[in-house]
């Protein structure tokens, strides 16, 4: 089970830049390991991360093995209009999280 | 000057505890968190929660809080209502004497007790995932709420005992003996070959270190319920002292210092 906490301003202006943290809890297994029998720990990662702002993509994040457990990434954007900021996390063992928040444009 | 002191009449040490404990005391003014102690960087991703990889415990522990679980199909939250606001300033009273077992229980024994026996769930693991998560969601609601253990005549024993056993530390083995005893166990009448050899340094047992891993031992060979019978475990036998492991306590201490 992941979870996910995410920070955005919940005002911005119009055209300001505003910053976005992120932070999902998720152990990791690089797929690179292996077990006492010597057999290999399949891989488990999140392997995209996509930020939709009204519906539209303004962030998109490839993630590789070996990046981080609990990746925690922050990235800025344009506040254009109020409305909904979502975040979507996928990767293996068919994992899909998502979470979003509201924001108020001036 | 303590430590020597220590040294010299380590077998009167019994009775020098009473007053190392009160000249080692830090006086309540001086005392510093450990968020004193931390790097810059270290505070920046305490101070924000959006940062912070201990809030993600918090925001699982909150999920938990409501499922039902066990055989009784209870959650936390059937009992205690909304966590964010029953538990403000709770974690700040742990431990806390249990009538019940009339001892001090910690939080997480609190939880585990409210697991077994309302939940009729299973105990969670020490540190496991889930335990920690509960814990520092509940612990959470005690932010910025100073520390209020009750000292009262149920756990002043107690805290006694923990200060007699907190204080010695950084002194000479001797003293830490004493430990053993007066939990119970019954220490090896002579010491294991390990502890002759940490004041030579040759056996890379720092005596600062040394407590701690004897109360490992300590505690393994309580949960054990008797000496440990398998000689690879010798750091279980060396301690226990009792007639069935004593002849592998005269284990070499290079087989003992590296199990600890």
């Known amino acids: 089970v992941s979870s996910a906490l995410v920070n955005v301003p919940p005002r911005a202006r119009r055209g300001e830049v505003i910053e976005i943290k992120t932070l999902i809890s998720h152990p990791m297994e690089t797929g690179y390991r292996r077990n006492q029998l010597g057999a290999r720990i399949p891989r488990d990662i999140i392997r995209l991360f996509v930020c939709t702002y009204n519906g539209t993509e303004v962030f998109r994040a490839e993630l590789h093995p070996a990046i981080a457990a609990n990746p925690f990434l922050v990235f800025s954007t344009v506040a254009t209009e109020s409305g909904t900021i979502a975040f979507q996390w996928t990767g293996d063992n068919g994992l899909s999280a998502t979470e979003s928040a509201a924001i108020v444009v001036d | ?260």
């Open chain 2, 1 to 260: 000057l303590s430590g020597h002191g220590a040294r010299l009449l380590g077998a009167s040490a019994l009775t020098l505890l009473a007053w190392t404990a009160s000249a080692g005391e830090i006086p309540p003014a001086e005392r510093r968190s450990g968020y004193d102690f931390m790097s810059r960087e270290t505070r920046a991703m305490q101070d924000d929660d959006t940062v912070n990889p201990g809030m993600l415990g918090v925001l699982e522990g909150g999920t938990l809080w409501a499922r039902k679980t066990g055989t009784a199909g209870r959650a936390c939250a059937d009992c205690h209502g909304d966590g964010r606001a029953s538990m403000k300033g709770v974690a700040a009273r742990y431990p806390a004497f249990d009538a019940a077992l009339k001892r001090p229980v910690n939080l997480e024994q609190r939880i585990n007790l409210c697991r077994t026996e309302r939940q009729q769930a299973p105990a969670l693991a020490y540190e496991s995932r889930e335990l920690l998560a509960l814990t520092a969601f509940v612990a959470r609601q005690s932010r910025g709420v100073p520390i209020d253990v009750a000292v009262d005549a149920r756990t002043k024993p107690f805290i006694d005992n923990g200060r007699a056993a907190f204080y010695p530390r950084a002194q000479s083995r001797s003293s830490t003996m004493a430990a053993p005893r007066s939990t119970g166990v019954r220490a090896s009448s002579t010491l294991p070959a390990a502890s002759v050899t940490t004041r030579t340094g040759a056996s890379g047992w720092p005596a600062t270190r040394s407590p701690r891993r004897i109360r490992r031992a300590i505690r393994s060979t309580v949960s054990n319920g008797r000496a440990s019978a398998r000689s690879s475990a010798g750091c279980a036998t060396a301690w226990s002292g009792s007639a069935p492991s004593r002849t592998s306590t005269a284990r070499p201490s290079s087989s003992s210092s590296s199990c600890f």
